[in-house]
């Protein structure tokens, strides 16, 4: 008893250790450049108001898969890295964070194949041209003409773009000549067309945000030649934000701060209310709290097994404590997320990833908690590999940019994504728990002596009441979306390809369960067909999304359709392996 | 050989084969999806006894697969099986086991069930103009919860006759009634469009599945004088002579699908000198027959009808005429409108071929109109995301005594005389609004089975947990 004690504060005392390691900001000198502070001013993209150490995450993010850059060994912060750019520092251009992984785009652009596959945007400047070339002829295509080169070379020009189109929108205009005023507000409006980063927030002189470089024009001296009878209005945030980036290109920090004090405390006085939850998204965004928990998932599921293999108490009891505090944090930043984005916690594919891995970890929690002593672990071992898989896959899914994105019209319902995306999502992670213990059955008992007539009975138990409440749910979801494209257009049902996925999860459940009902399978038939569930879950997750039609047709992504198929063809094995006559199982017991 | 078929009915491998088979079915209905539109592939797989699965949908379309097809169960004869299958475990392994005063209080509550169903289907405890005036959520909350009530009422009334199956049966008496929930509304449900312009009233729907060829007779200041004839009617060869016109009109041919009317003297000299020899618009525009619209190109089929009149007392011909659907106002969203004027007898007439128009009446037989005040389309600051769409709008029925201002917007549809209008689309610089509008009287019927197989599951399955737990 006092043994377990010491243990649990052991664990509970690593993993705080482990969660702050990283949330603190890097400590500023005062004479150094204040970059926490300007990571914590307000700038809005794709609708939504976030702080710029946000946007810089994930624009960095976009272009190199990565939150943070190498220089020589040293991490170079998301914000610095921006900094470094939209200031105009000449050696912004040096750093390497053009990822590019398809050799022939690399070759086509004179480029070496290189490790890490990162490139910098002075090494790409002679290529530009070439790129621009390409990327408009595949464009002209239509998408089923276009082949893997047409689509990686689409890939790579909306990078260059997208990174083009952000520093022009932090460019200074104030000293164009007259004669080129035309050319450049020209320019600026078709810019305006793009999403841009818009950093100058609404005050009294103006109620919209707008982005640096046109409230600078705006503020040009001879602009009133150019449009005539424009008003030559002088925004004070934008000029304080240009002499700040001045400051910065020329080192000088002094300035730099004195005139991001100015900037805070203008817009403080004038507009108090766009520094909202920017503080607590900086501090979410420095916790990374999904990718923490999900090493520590990883640790629960290798402590969980030598347990469970072994029959070790102790070490199940230290996994499953683990797993509590892994849970904590994990479900900590489900709430942050809803709270920043004012949405319910499953928005998109990003979102969905997390919240199934919330949902099987807390899965996993419940059967330690219902089966106790016969569970042996088999929760740990559940939830440990659920959370970290689905995270894992969650961290792969956001290299698409802002992962709280605003909700396009006909989605933006609050109460249907609350009731129906949930209840789905839940039913998702009840087919996968059913499913993966399914895996662990078939594998302990093939390759290990571990699965004895009772722990088999245990683990179909398990199984058994997992799918019933797989059914439950994901008949329930798949109802409610119904409903909801009923009050939508008012047809319940129409053959769409996600209603289809979802149901076929729900017909999949029940042939579970009415094989089961007509003796049709035992125990371990019954764990095959879960595994086969697994199958069906992941087609009806990502699979439909592959297929690019439909209303959910939302998040295609190339590797996932990969991926997607790697782990159907892991699972068909598995079912295979499941059905080799039990005389060759090492559990000789069944 | 009849108890052969009742085994056969009653064995539970049935339901597995017939649920595996409907997975297929739906898996291939999916696939089907990328090259094909919903309706075709609905018709093809879903709406039929014997579906035709097409091979290549299987594999990746950049596969040269042959051009075959595979009989299968479609989902109307794998839904009847079903049902039958259901009906006959439940009647042989379910029986009423309890007698005296318990089954007539659960006969009771069946009655009273019932009678709750009936009374939520047909709008009891709903406001006959209903849209949403501010949180959408508790319309369908309350909803929900009527169906609960009503799922409530037939789990007691299944656990006075079933005891420790009332669970079972009550789940499975739920999924019957969505089935024959969906089976009613594939027969019965009606969807039409609405078309109007900011500031302008509209007192009909089209329907946009049907066409009708109109004439109207515009010389009478007062009123106008419209004559239809039914999209059926429209044969090649047919000769029509509508009362109350004084022409006849011949049916050259009938173009199911036609092109975007383009200018005459853009088209190549070999083609434009067989064009035949049409008055109005055709002696100007380019009109010809187009193959069917696939559904994966999203287009839709334009149809068009050729037609020559003639005076019926002289027997004249008035000309020969194209009527494309392409020069109704409502099929190209208000871009442009094309009538087809001419005179005969010294009457003027306008022509269109058009979606079938059904003029807007209450259930009392009141007639009524919807006009539209203001056309909202919102997005994202920065974004060109769309945020919002809604339309204000005027509801205004003289004979009940309706005269509202309300708002229709994406997932908040008005609900008013037995029809449900949903914000759809809008018209072009976002000058007016496009409102599906859908008549559909089992459109409860989700929602109550929805709530009667969650109640019953829910209870089946706390109940063997139950059981477990206490075991030790």
């Avoid at chain 1, 929108?169 to 841009?196: G, H, K, V």
């Avoid at chain 2, 297929?24 to 539109?37: E, M, N, P, R, S």
Wanted: net charge neutral.
């Amino acid at each position: 008893m006092k043994r377990s004690i010491i243990t649990n504060i052991i664990v509970v005392l690593f993993a705080v250790w482990f969660f702050q390691s990283g949330a603190k900001p890097p400590k500023e000198a005062e004479t150094d450049f204040q970059l926490n502070a300007f990571a914590h001013l307000p700038v809005k993209l794709e609708g939504r108001k976030k702080p710029i150490d946000t946007f810089a995450r994930n624009l960095l993010t976009v272009l190199s898969d990565k939150q943070s850059v190498r220089v020589d060994g040293e991490g170079v912060s998301a914000v610095k890295w921006l900094l470094d750019n939209i200031s105009g520092r000449p050696e912004a251009m040096d750093y390497k964070v053009f990822r590019i992984e398809n050799l022939d785009v690399l070759s086509s652009l004179g480029l070496e194949e290189r490790k890490r596959f990162r490139y910098s945007y002075r090494e790409l400047l002679p290529a530009l041209n070439t790129l621009d070339g390409a990327a408009r002829s595949a464009y002209g295509k239509e998408d089923r003409q276009r082949d893997l080169y047409d689509k990686q070379v689409m890939k790579v020009a909306n990078k260059i773009y997208l990174f083009q189109n952000v520093m022009a929108s932090f460019e200074d205009p104030s000293s164009i000549p007259q004669e080129q005023l035309m050319a450049t507000a020209q320019r600026y409006m078709r810019l305006e067309n793009y999403s841009i980063p818009l950093v100058i927030p609404p005050n009294s002189g103006n109620p919209r945000w707008r982005p640096l470089m046109s409230t600078l024009l705006a503020s040009h001296p001879a602009m009133n030649t150019v449009i005539e009878g424009h008003d030559i209005s002088v925004d004070p945030l934008a000029v304080h934000m240009g002499v700040m980036l001045a400051a910065y290109r020329t080192g000088n920090a002094d300035l730099f701060n004195n005139e991001l004090m100015e900037y805070g405390a203008v817009l403080q006085a004038d507009n108090p209310a766009v520094f909202d939850k920017l503080a607590f998204e900086v501090f979410y965004n420095r916790l990374g709290a999904f990718m923490k928990s999900a090493t520590l998932y990883l640790l629960v599921f290798i402590l969980s097994l030598f347990g469970w293999l072994l029959r070790k108490e102790g070490l199940i009891g230290a996994a499953r404590a683990l797993m509590v505090c892994a849970f904590i944090p994990h479900t900590f930043a489900i709430i942050a997320r809803c709270f920043l984005s004012g949405y319910p916690p499953v928005t998109n594919l990003y979102s969905s990833a997390i919240f199934i891995g919330w949902a099987a970890v807390a899965a996993g929690i419940v059967i330690e908690l219902v089966f106790r002593k016969k569970a042996a672990g088999m929760g740990n071992l559940v939830g440990g590999i659920a959370g970290f898989a689905t995270l894992l896959i969650a961290h792969f899914l956001a290299g698409d940019g802002d992962t709280m994105e605003q909700m396009r019209a006909v989605l933006d319902t609050r109460f249907w994504l609350a009731t129906h995306v949930i209840t789905i999502s839940f039913g998702y992670m009840a087919t996968f728990v059913a499913g993966t213990i399914g895996v662990f059955y078939i594998f302990g008992g093939l390759f290990t002596r571990r699965l004895d007539e009772e722990t088999s009975e245990n683990l179909y138990r398990m199984m058994y009441g997992t799918t019933c409440f797989a059914l439950l749910l994901s008949f329930v979801g798949t109802v409610l979306g119904g409903l909801w494209a009923d009050d939508s257009w008012g047809r319940f049902w129409g053959w769409d390809p996600k209603e289809n996925g979802a149901l076929l999860i729900v017909i999949w459940n029940a042939i579970m369960l009415h094989a089961r009902y007509g003796m049709m399978v035992k125990n371990r038939g019954f764990a095959v067909m879960a595994v086969a569930g697994n199958i069906v879950t992941a087609w009806s997750w990502f699979g439909v999304n592959q297929l690019g039609v439909g209303l959910h047709s939302y998040g295609f992504t190339q590797s996932a359709s990969f991926w997607l198929l790697v782990f159907v063809l892991v699972q068909f094995t598995v079912v295979l392996i499941g059905l080799v006559p039990t005389r060759l199982w090492k559990s000789s017991s069944l | 050989m009849m108890n052969k078929l009742i085994d056969f009915f009653l064995s539970l491998k049935l339901t597995v084969v017939l649920l595996v088979l409907s997975m297929i079915l739906v898996f291939a209905g999916t696939l089907a999806q990328v090259d094909q539109g919903i309706w075709t592939v609905m018709d093809q797989y879903f709406r039929c006894l014997i579906a035709r699965i097409d091979l290549h949908v299987f594999f990746p379309r950049s596969m040269d697969i042959p051009d075959v097809w595979i009989p299968f169960p479609g989902g109307f004869l794998i839904g009847w099986l079903l049902v039958i299958n259901l009906i006959t475990v439940h009647w042989a392994n379910f029986r009423i086991q309890v007698g005296g005063g318990r089954k007539i209080a659960g006969i009771l509550f069946l009655l009273l069930g019932v009678l709750v169903t009936v009374g939520v289907m047909f709008g009891w405890g709903t406001a006959s103009v209903a849209a949403t005036e501010s949180d959408a959520f508790w319309r369908v909350f309350l909803r929900l919860g009527r169906g609960t009530l009503a799922a409530g009422v037939f789990y007691i009334a299944c656990l006075l006759l079933f005891r420790k199956r009332a669970g079972m049966v009550l789940l499975h008496g739920g999924i019957l009634f969505l089935l024959i929930g969906e089976f009613a509304t594939a027969l019965y449900a009606v969807e039409a469009s609405m078309t109007i312009k900011e500031g302008e009233t509209v007192n009909y729907i089209d329907h946009s599945q049907q066409l009708e060829l109109s004439f109207t007779d515009t010389s009478n200041p007062e009123v106008d004088t419209v004559t239809v004839v039914p999209g059926d009617a429209l044969k090649d060869g047919a000769l029509i002579k509508p009362d109350g016109l004084p022409f006849d009109i011949k049916i050259n041919h009938y173009m199911i699908n036609s092109n975007n009317p383009k200018p005459l003297q853009g088209i190549p000299e070999p083609l434009r000198n067989r064009y035949p020899k049409y008055e109005g618009y055709g002696s100007r525009l380019y009109v010809a027959e187009q193959p069917e619209a696939s559904g994966a190109t999203g287009t839709r089929n334009a149809p068009a009808v050729d037609v020559e009149l003639f005076n019926r007392a002289t027997g004249d011909s008035l000309g020969r005429y194209i009527l494309s659907l392409w020069f109704y106002p409502n099929f190209v969203n208000r871009s442009w409108d094309m009538p087809t004027t001419f005179n005969v007898d010294g009457k003027d007439y306008t022509a269109y071929f058009r979606f079938r128009r059904e003029y807007l009446t209450s259930p009392g037989g009141n007639p009524y109109s919807i006009k539209l005040l203001d056309f909202v389309h919102e997005k994202y600051e920065g974004t060109q995301m769309p945020k919002d769409f809604a339309s204000q709008i005027l509801l205004v029925n003289e004979g009940d005594d309706v005269n509202r201002e309300l708002r229709i917007w994406m997932n908040n549809p008005l609900r008013y005389a037995r029809r449900t209008f949903y914000q759809s689309g809008y018209l072009p610089d976002d000058s007016g609004t496009v409102l599906q509008v859908v008549r559909n009287d089992s459109w409860m019927i989700p929602y109550l089975s929805c709530m009667i197989v969650f109640v019953g599951m829910a209870a089946q399955f706390i109940q063997s947990l139950g059981r477990y737990l206490r075991k030790p």
